[in-house]
């Protein structure tokens, strides 16, 4: 799999590239990411990329020259690109999972300022918010739906991790312990301990139904 992320600001990406995860998938050769500086393509003497919008308003405005030259320069059949913007669908890890599975090249355009030139959105295959509020640009989106994708692709992480992370099956994820087994009152559930793993994983799904009944009722409301 290939990412390419348009940024202004390069550096908010690359750091989030060389730990963890995502590190390790491209060392693996599992993904390719590459962090786009779309002002490199501005075609004015000044490299500028944005400008007042037509009509007045407040703020400074994404020309749409450098994104679509961008966009010439990298795209290809295989491409599928995606905006961040608020105005786009929520995403989840549905989304997640299809892009993951089905895509082989994303691009992902980070918007900035007050906005964009309504014209870049026709460049568009996906807009994508990731709530309802309001981020500076759409870096962080950006190494969010990065992420998400990342560490679904196979090789990544370890298949059982995945089939019973938060959101499988609309259910979020059970509850986990570790050693040591009494900390401060707080003692790790006896089923846990019995060695039946039959009965474990019984309870482990238990637990996940009463967690989304408790937590998350919509996800519960999803799955029906």
């Not at 500086?37 to 450098?66: H, I």
């Not at 961008?70 to 608020?86: A, G, N, Q, R």
């Not at 994708?149 to 370890?158: F, K, P, S």
């Not at 509850?175 to 474990?200: C, N, Q």
Request: aromatic share 8%; net charge negative.
């Amino acid at each position: 799999m290939r990412i390419d992320i348009l940024t202004l600001f390069p550096d908010m990406v690359k750091g989030f590239l060389n730990e963890s995860i995502i590190k390790r998938s491209i060392d693996k050769g599992l993904v390719t990411i590459n962090v786009i500086n779309f002002r490199e393509y501005s075609k004015l003497s000044n490299s500028q990329v944005d400008d007042t919008p037509y009509g007045g308003g407040a703020g400074m405005v994404l020309r749409c020259e450098p994104i679509f030259e961008c966009l010439d320069d990298i795209k290809t059949p295989e491409s599928f690109v995606i905006l961040t913007t608020p105005d786009g669908i929520k995403y989840n890890q549905s989304v997640a999972k299809d892009l993951s599975l089905n895509k082989s090249h994303i691009i992902i355009i980070c918007g900035h300022y007050e906005g964009f030139d309504e014209r870049i959105r026709t460049l568009c295959d996906m807009e994508i918010s990731l709530g309802d509020y309001i981020l500076t640009g759409g870096e962080l989106a950006a190494c969010v739906i990065t992420d998400s994708i990342t560490r679904l692709v196979d090789g990544a992480i370890n298949k059982e991790s995945l089939d019973s992370e938060s959101f499988t099956d609309n259910l979020l994820d059970y509850p986990t312990y570790t050693r040591p087994r009494e900390y401060r009152g707080l003692e790790v559930p006896d089923i846990l301990l019995s060695g039946d793993h039959k009965k474990i994983d019984e309870w482990r799904n238990k637990k996940r139904i009463e967690k989304t009944m408790e937590r998350r009722p919509d996800l519960l409301e999803k799955g029906r």
